[in-house]
């Protein structure tokens, strides 16, 4: 990094991680300016922040900047990119930057295929609640914090590890956090062995006299496990107990649901119970993603009643089960999962917290590489939901394959209440003219189709003989 707080432009800097680095910048005092290619939230929050941003790319939207760090999204070709490096000017990736970004710091590093952007949060407001201030970068935006980003005055730095492009790589943790290792961007990782490969080389970069915490109930995560040369301290949590032999050092033991449709569990430490927990986001893999908390803070030795207190307080992360509104007992609710695992998951949380209402599931896949290479588990992964509307991929880096059909793919699914719409507002004057008042509306998208939501709302809360 600069040895002076200079000026550091970012290309692409609406995504969740560029962003999250230029708010951190911000607040150290840098010179931070940006560009992309279309406006959005993100966009509008860093300018309300104070950072200036361009839409669109264009060569003097880099004057006067010594750092350039731009999006894995963005090409060699790009105008700014060109320029820079005409002019000599360093153009970075998060994944060259990060080591810089986190120096001097106590890094703790959460990553894995699914979850890791609810568990940095949980770490991040559980760290925060008790008073150390620390740095953070969060995949999404925190409720409860109010952002997804925060340059603190502690000695940790809460980060989620995001393993596109090899991007945590750029991470020397002294405590890593994995929760599943399941195969996912096959545009990057063909395999699931090259998947499992680049989580093994980042467990082999956790410090010496740091820890490294897993969950040993997903295969993934003891294959990685097990190939690690990580001389840091290996710690197993999970819910069942045991697989196929292996003790858990830290386990939970569900014990009820509760008035939020969340669940208790008990917290173990080796047989020993150390905690009981109260949450507030519902689902199953929300008692592993705390659990993961509670095995971190109590091996950092932490005050644990405080720990669980703090938990008991959370409530998410944006297009986590975020809830968009409701309309009498209507409920509808955005959901960023994009993955097979996930999508079971989250309707199964939306099962347990509204056990009696019609769940109508939306999705709009999300790349075509990972819709193609998933297909067989995509299409077994709807059987919780009441009904289902699958809208066209949302290419975001890729261009459509010429064979690819996702009507055809539809067909394939074993769902007997399915609907196959190209567009999102198709599958909205559908919804509008299929509810009848008191369903769920449950959008996974990790792409624009969160959008529906916002539209059914306007709409339903704007009728003046109310919803029937």
């Known amino acids: ?29 840098y010179i931070v300016t940006g560009s992309d290619r279309a406006h959005s939230v993100m966009v509008q929050e860093l300018i309300d922040q104070g950072i200036p941003v361009t839409i669109g790319h264009r060569a003097e939207n880099i004057r006067g900047a010594k750092l350039i760090i731009r999006s894995s999204a963005i090409p060699d070709t790009n105008i700014e990119v060109e320029t820079a490096k005409q002019e000599g000017i360093p153009v970075w990736k998060r994944l060259d930057f990060l080591k810089e970004l986190t120096s001097n710091f106590k890094t703790i590093a959460i990553a894995g295929t699914h979850g890791k952007t609810t568990t940095t949060a949980m770490c991040a407001w559980v760290f925060t609640r008790m008073g150390y201030d620390p740095t953070y970068i969060i995949g999404g935006t925190s409720l409860d914090l109010k952002t997804n980003a925060h340059a ?11 393993e596109y492009d090899g991007m945590f ?3 020397n943790p002294y405590a890593a956090i994995i929760t599943n290792v399941e195969h996912d961007h096959p ?7 090259s998947f499992e490969e680049v989580f093994v080389r980042f467990a082999n970069q956790v410090e010496a006299s740091g820890v490294l915490i897993g969950c040993v109930e997903d295969q993934g995560v003891r294959n990685v496990f097990q190939q690690t040369n990580s001389a840091a301290t290996k710690i197993y949590y999970g819910v069942s107990g045991k697989i196929n032999d292996h003790p858990f050092d830290y386990k939970a033991k569900i014990s009820g649901i509760n008035e939020n ?19 507030n986001v519902p689902g199953e893999h929300n008692v592993q993603n705390a659990l ?36 009498g007992d209507m409920v509808l609710i955005d959901d960023y999962a994009h993955h097979p695992s996930e999508i079971r998951a989250t309707i199964a949380a939306a099962k347990t917290r ?33 009904g289902l509307i699958v809208l066209d991929v949302f290419a975001a880096r890729e261009n459509q ?8 793919l539809v067909k394939e699914i074993p769902h007997l209440n399915k609907y196959y719409f190209p567009s999102i507002k198709e599958a909205y004057l559908f919804l509008i003219g299929h509810l009848k008042g008191n369903e769920i509306v449950l959008v996974l998208s990790a792409g624009d189709a969160n959008s529906l939501n916002e539209m059914l709302f306007e709409s339903l809360n704007h009728r003046s003989d109310g919803v029937s």
């Open 292 to 327: 993961a908390v509670v095995a971190l803070s109590h091996w950092m030795g932490m005050p644990i009643e405080e720990v669980t207190k703090a938990l008991s307080e959370f409530h998410g992360t944006g297009r986590r089960f975020e809830e968009h509104g409701r309309i």
């Open 169 to 171: 790589l750029g991470l």
């Open 152 to 162: 603190g005055k502690g000695e940790y730095f809460v980060i989620e590890a995001d």
């Open 1 to 29: 990094m600069m040895s002076e707080r200079g000026h550091v432009h970012f290309i692409g800097i609406g995504g969740t991680g560029l962003s999250a680095i230029a708010r951190i910048l911000h607040e150290r005092g």
């Open 261 to 279: 449709g969340a669940f208790d569990f008990l917290a173990y430490y080796r047989d020993e119970l150390i905690a009981q927990v109260k949450l």
């Open 187 to 193: 545009d990057c990782y063909p395999t699931p062995a």
């Open 354 to 386: 509204f056990p009696k209402q019609f769940i109508w599931v939306v999705w709009q896949p999300h790349t075509y590489s990972r819709t193609m290479t998933l297909w067989n588990q995509f299409r077994e992964a709807f059987a919780g939901a009441d």
């Open 401 to 408: 394959p010429q064979s690819f059909s996702m009507e055809k």
